[in-house]
């Protein structure tokens, strides 16, 4: 489901949000091209999660603005332009692999061959054609992560926001979804994807790398590497924060 509009997917502009008591974004300006990969990395705590839960309108801000395809975060426009993958699988237990994924296509509006045309062409997407009678309390954390993001993909969002989707899938899987990202990209769909494992920043067309709820670059993987002089994405992203610390000795 595609719309027309034609500027950044999200623009964020002095995001502050606090929680349990902690300034987890201080203040953050971002502007997420659309039909790109975007990779959000950063160490586990740097605001990766809540960040995506602001751009999907999840999150309660303490200040600042949240734009997505032109609306305002969270807003009924956005309802079915934006697919959102948390890091738990969000689906039913007790339905089998296609009738979740159907489920969700309906919750989109998609009926009769429509609808059975997108489930085939989703179970195909996410490997999961000989798991489609299954029911998901019987398949493995991996299988069961790639329903829910079957879940998101089956509406084709303008906008997909996925927390860490690759965690617990083997090498092979998780190649493939790369792949995946860059052809739904390739499509005009705009990808927002959260990783930890920094070897996945080279798949993004663009990154955001996160330290403290702050923006500490936001570049191209070939950028990344010639800005620090890395060989590889952990070295780089290693690199900026001993960069950004000998920066605050000598200001301060
Ligand atoms: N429900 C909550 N209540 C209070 N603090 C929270 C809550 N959820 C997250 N935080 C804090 O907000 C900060 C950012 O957490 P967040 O989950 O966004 O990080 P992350 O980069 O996604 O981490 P990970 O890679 O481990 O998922 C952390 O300091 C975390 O402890």
């Not at 999660?49 to 009924?76: D, E, F, N, Y």
């Not at 993958?85 to 429509?114: C, H, K, M, W």
């Not at 926001?161 to 739904?184: C, H, K, N, Q, S």
């Not at 709820?213 to 570049?219: C, I, S």
Request: glycine fraction near 10%.
């Amino acid at each position: 489901m595609m719309n027309n509009y034609d500027g950044p997917a999200v623009v964020i502009s002095g995001l502050q949000v606090v929680r349990g008591h902690r300034d987890v974004i201080p203040g953050l300006h971002l502007e997420v091209p659309a039909g790109e990969v975007v990779g959000l990395l950063g160490p586990s705590g740097s605001g990766k999660s809540t960040l995506m839960r602001c751009i999907v309108g999840v999150q309660v801000v303490k200040a600042g603005t949240v734009t997505v395809l032109g609306h305002p975060a969270g807003s009924a426009a956005l309802r079915r332009e934006v697919g959102y993958v948390t890091q738990t699988p969000s689906v039913y237990d007790d339905l089998t692999v296609r009738e979740n994924i159907a489920y969700f296509a309906r919750a989109v509006g998609l009926r009769g061959t429509g609808l059975r045309d997108a489930v085939d062409r989703t179970l195909v997407e996410v490997d999961l054609v000989d798991f489609a009678g299954q029911l998901v309390r019987d398949l493995s954390g991996g299988q069961e992560s790639r329903v829910s993001l079957a879940a998101a993909l089956v509406g084709r969002p303008t906008l997909l926001v996925l927390d860490e989707p690759t965690v617990g899938l083997d090498p092979v899987l998780r190649r493939d979804l790369w792949e995946l990202f860059a052809r739904l990209a390739e499509q005009g769909h705009s990808l927002v994807v959260s990783s930890h494992v920094m070897d996945e920043a080279t798949r993004c067309d663009r990154l955001v790398l996160l330290r403290e709820g702050e923006v500490l670059a936001d570049l191209t993987p070939d950028e990344l590497l010639v800005r620090t002089g890395a060989v590889d994405a952990d070295a780089a992203f290693l690199a900026l924060i001993d960069a950004e610390a000998a920066s605050h000795r000598s200001a301060s």
